[in-house]
């Protein structure tokens, strides 16, 4: 009722219309006679004031809007809200308009802000300009236009994708077809490779690999996974129609030879198992794409003077040069030989040992396994790497201990330093192990005045009883150096207990909190579709535990703290475990990201394989 | 006084609707001007005619750094003097005859075509700021909506907003956690598309995961022009496994093994029966549990994802190079021994095994200390 009016000054016809978006208002000769009474009441008395058109309008915009609907309800509603919109999409242009501007070089100079219709008019000049330029994309209109030449967007592809498209047979993997972006990526023309046999250029290892995925109809099971409900399902070809195409879909990685070229290429391939004699150089690249037929007479028969059969098998593919993952460090840069890194359980015991470490503390990985950590610090550095150990245990971040001593396999000590990490389960929030990065800070050589003093004094110390705050020390009780490391866990063990509460959010929010944990009997069954989860290892000393803890202390952080693992740069960088930010991971409480998870499965659309059709497309030979 | 008023509003309403038509026109000459089909031109509204002519121009001064066709740059600012002084200039001097250009354009085209075809994705140029420049044609095939309708628009309108952070920290030039220009990351975008690949409205949307590989390009000047070059791929889960250097497994959703298949045992020498319960990242080179954690993030968060490389340690010693592509899946059965209380998701994981195994006498984990000397 009291919408309308006070708005109506002179500029709202315009702005109704300036965009160009409402009907073209038939100004005062509007159909009042359609309005309901009570509307006509209303209009009549307020066309005495100012803004008796504006209302006409904006009722008229109202009217050809709502079909039928209570139109006083209507005026009301949409005042507000329409004059938003009208406004956001007036800015919204200006916007445009204003990019427009700065996009043309036309416009640029200019000292003020130039109008809308001159900036237009200057866009339209620059496309024609643009498109004389461009010459004969586009003045030939029999081609079908777009927005790029298909040299330009060839040359876009080339920039995004380090791959080339292949074409090879499939009875003897002969290249039919290689694009040219190859040279970029091998090294090797064009010319060089097509109607060569491909099984000249794969790594020998792999040529099994690829014939297997060449031969088509020879092979007899397809195996494909029903993603409704994750079964492998086995089809005898020939398969069903729905599934025929995913069957002509391949999928594979192979390694490819390369010519050496001195410089940077050399980083981005994974490590190879070529020996030192084989000159050549391998690169991985993953290939996927479809079987065809293609008839023979679009090939070049000259090469053999065999009867081909009238439809030739071959292999379609898209062949892409691995990301090296930036996280992923090339073999040759490893870590320097004074570095080795090590994984422990949580109460301290190896269980992981990299094979750098030999040269370091004389022990092979297999000598140390399953033995704690602490049986190889030396008795003054207890105090401090215990409460690291407690530290890193409660901590999200990197810890840093100080220079310790640690016990080589000849008795002698080497001064190192480390930083410890502890890995969280991103979905159980829950510690599973340590990353220990270790960098010797001297040699392994001390005096040997040093030596013999220090395992002595090892020996003789063994028997006393280190006092480490926390740890129950009755009268009487020896505490072995392993058990320090057990404690260290059970300690946490218990804080997982104390914390644990049915709000608290355990990962599974269907189920009660045990759920998540792994059942500690052993399964005997080994059903293909089971899901039952069966005890880990014995090293697993924490399963026992965990069967009773509901959910870990963490806090709403610990998706966010976990996320602060770095995909690293590898320059500079000494250890490969740095713990920087990774860009973006935002930060979820654990039923938060349940809920997601469930939310994008309900949502998303569960890709079920793209169906290969290709009639259409011509081929390139 | 009334009748004042009535002619200058007649006045004004006249010229409004002037200025209307003018500017209508010189829309409908810009939208003819750009390289589309007539029937989309005729249909374009105004917001999208500035955002496809802003597309354009910024495509072909990208494009003329990338493909170096200074040249012809020079040649467009000759053209447009003579645009200026009202001459029309039919066809220009360059050089090469069309015919030839005809054949290069053909044999470009298919080749480009056969390319995305059988990539399974489009190629789309992200600005900075994420607007969508450039789509390659066949993203009405994903996305349901086709380029015009998304040239222009932003990326954060068609995104999860949940990854939208990843995206900015992604569309950001010169970060220094990246290595290179090299983009890969998982990102989750609006799909209009029903499960027959019928386009359908945007508002029943779903949400549909894109693995995008590209990477970064910087432009001097303008240095607007700077943009990503991404390929957008969905990850197909149906997968056809011809290879015995795949194996598939089921994971709970922290990420221990619930079933494997058996060419697990040829390949790494494991058994199914002992890897049940055990945790993936314990078979693990503990170098790559970076890799491994992001790739279960980007599970947990995003449904699907895929690994890069890392190393898989061989029982018994040694390790091989796999890549692992995995999805989220509601799992249908609950497991026999607590019927009502079920895991309703679990990890499909297909790993394809890339190398063969390396430094096979080499024990680093415990595991395979345990079984060398079990055996």
Not at chain 1, 290 to 314: A, I, K, N
Not at chain 2, 236 to 243: A, K, N, V
Not at chain 2, 283 to 294: F, Q
Request: glycine fraction near 6%.
């Amino acid at each position: 009722m009291s919408a309308g009016g006070s708005d109506g000054t002179a500029d709202r016809p315009a702005d109704l219309a300036a965009d160009g978006e409402c009907p073209e208002q038939a100004g005062s000769s509007l159909p009042a006679a359609e309005l309901p009474r009570k509307r006509k009441g209303d209009v009549e008395e307020r066309s005495g004031t100012h803004g008796q058109q504006s209302v006409d309008f904006q009722m008229d915009d109202d009217l050809s809007r709502s079909e039928g609907e209570d139109q006083q309800v209507k005026m009301k509603c949409f005042r507000e809200p329409h004059r938003q919109i009208e406004k956001r999409r007036r800015d919204k242009m200006n916007t445009l308009i204003d990019e427009l501007a700065a996009m043309i070089p036309a416009c640029q100079p200019m000292a003020r802000k130039l109008d809308k219709l001159t900036v237009l008019r200057k866009a339209v000049q620059h496309l024609k300009a643009l498109k004389v330029g461009t010459g004969s994309a586009f003045t030939d209109t029999t081609s079908k236009p777009s927005i790029l030449s298909h040299d330009d967007l060839k040359h876009l592809l080339l920039r995004a994708v380090d791959g080339f498209l292949l074409v090879v047979s499939c009875d003897r993997a002969k290249i039919l077809f290689i694009s040219e972006s190859v040279s970029k990526i091998l090294n090797l023309s064009r010319l060089e490779l097509t109607g060569q046999s491909l099984f000249d250029f794969i790594h020998p290892k792999d040529i099994n690999k690829v014939k297997e995925q060449l031969s088509s109809s020879e092979y007899p099971r397809q195996c494909l996974i029903d993603a409704a409900t994750g079964v492998q399902v086995q089809v005898d070809a020939p398969a069903r129609p729905p599934l025929l195409s995913t069957g002509a879909r391949r999928s594979f990685f192979c390694r490819l030879k390369h010519s050496r070229v001195v410089g940077k290429q050399d980083k981005h391939f994974l490590p190879c198992t070529s020996k030192k004699k084989d000159s050549s150089r391998y690169c991985t690249l993953h290939c996927t794409g479809y079987m065809r037929s293609c008839p023979s007479s679009q090939l070049d028969s000259e090469c053999d003077g065999e009867m081909e059969s009238s439809d030739l098998s071959c292999l379609v593919t898209v062949c892409r040069l691995l990301t090296p993952v930036s996280h992923q460090p090339p073999k040759e840069l490893t870590i320097r030989p004074s570095e080795f890194v090590t994984r422990w359980a949580i109460d301290g015991k190896f269980t992981f040992v990299e094979q750098q470490a030999t040269t370091i503390i004389g022990y092979l990985p297999q000598e140390v396994l399953g033995t704690s950590c602490y049986e190889y610090f030396h008795q003054d550095d207890l105090l401090h790497l215990a409460d690291k150990h407690r530290q890193v245990l409660r901590s999200k971040e990197k810890i840093e201990t100080r220079c310790y001593k640690f016990k080589t396999k000849y008795g002698s000590y080497v001064s190192l330093q480390s930083q410890w990490f502890s890995f969280t389960n991103p979905w159980t929030k829950e510690v599973e192990f340590i990353v220990s990065s270790n960098q010797v800070i001297s040699g392994p050589g001390h005096t040997k005045d040093e030596e013999a003093g220090n395992s002595k004094a090892l020996q003789e110390d063994t028997k006393q009883i280190p006092i480490i705050p926390g740890l129950s020390s009755g009268l009487g009780t020896m505490i072995y150096a392993g058990s320090i490391g057990t404690q260290i866990a059970n300690e946490l063990m218990d804080s997982y207990r104390m914390n644990s509460s049915p709000s608290s959010g355990a990962c599974s929010p269907f189920g009660p909190a045990q759920e998540k944990c792994p059942v500690v009997s052993p399964l005997t069954s080994t059903s293909a579709s089971s899901r039952e989860e069966a005890s880990g290892s014995s090293s697993q000393s924490q399963c026992d535990s965990r069967t009773a803890a509901g959910a870990s202390s963490a806090t709403s952080e610990s998706l966010a703290a976990v996320s602060r693992i770095n995909i690293n740069p590898i320059q500079g960088e000494t250890s490969q475990l740095d713990l920087d930010l990774v860009p973006g991971l935002s930060s979820f409480s654990s039923d938060e990201a349940a809920m997601a998870v469930i939310m994008s499965l309900l949502e998303t659309d569960v890709n079920m394989g793209q169906s290969g059709d290709f009639e259409d497309l011509h081929w390139p030979f | 006084m009334k009748a004042d008023k009535e002619k200058r509003r007649m006045i004004s309403r006249d010229a409004a609707r002037r200025r209307r038509r003018v500017e209508s026109e010189v829309f409908a000459e810009l939208s003819r001007l750009l390289p589309l089909q007539q029937s989309v031109q005729d249909h374009l509204d105004k917001p999208s005619v500035i955002r496809l002519t802003l597309s354009y121009i910024r495509m072909h001064t990208l494009l003329k750094g990338i493909t170096g066709k200074k040249a012809e740059a020079s040649h467009a600012v000759k053209c447009e003097q003579v645009m200026e002084s009202g001459e029309e200039w039919r066809g220009c001097d360059r050089g090469r005859d069309d015919e030839e250009k005809k054949t290069d354009d053909v044999e470009a085209s298919e080749e480009t075509n056969m390319f995305l075809r059988i990539l399974e994705g489009f190629l789309i140029v992200l600005s900075t700021e994420g607007d969508m420049i450039y789509l390659s044609d066949n993203v009405s095939k994903y996305m349901g909506l086709t380029q015009t309708e998304l040239m222009g628009h932003n990326i954060f309108e068609f995104t999860h907003p949940c990854d939208h952070e990843e995206i900015r920290n992604n569309l950001r030039l010169t970060a220094e956690v990246w290595c290179g220009a090299k983009r890969d990351f998982v990102m989750r975008i609006k799909g209009a598309l029903t499960h027959r690949g019928r386009s359908s409205n945007l508002k029943s949307a779903t949400w549909k995961v894109l693995h995008c590989q590209g990477r970064a390009k910087v432009c001097v000047a303008p240095s607007s022009v700077s943009c990503l070059l991404l390929t957008c791929q969905p990850l197909p889960l149906s997968h056809t496994l011809l290879s015995t250097h795949t194996f598939t497994s089921q994971h709970s959703m922290d990420m221990r093994f619930t079933y494997c298949d058996q060419r697990i045992t040829l390949l790494l020498g494991y058994s199914t029966e002992e890897l049940l319960g055990r945790s993936i990242y314990d078979l693990c080179h503990t170098l790559d549990t970076n890799c491994l954690t992001k790739n279960h993030l980007n599970l947990c968060l995003k449904s699907q994802s895929v690994s890069g490389q890392y190393r898989m340690l061989v029982r018994g010693g040694g390790y091989v190079w796999v890549e692992s592509h995995s999805a989220v899946i509601p799992s249908v059965r609950p497991s026999k021994s607590r019927p009502g209380a079920h895991q309703p998701l679990c990890i499909l994981c297909v790993t394809y095994v890339l190398s063969g195994v390396e430094e096979p006498s080499l024990q680093l984990s415990l595991d395979q200390t345990v079984h060398r000397y079990l055996r």
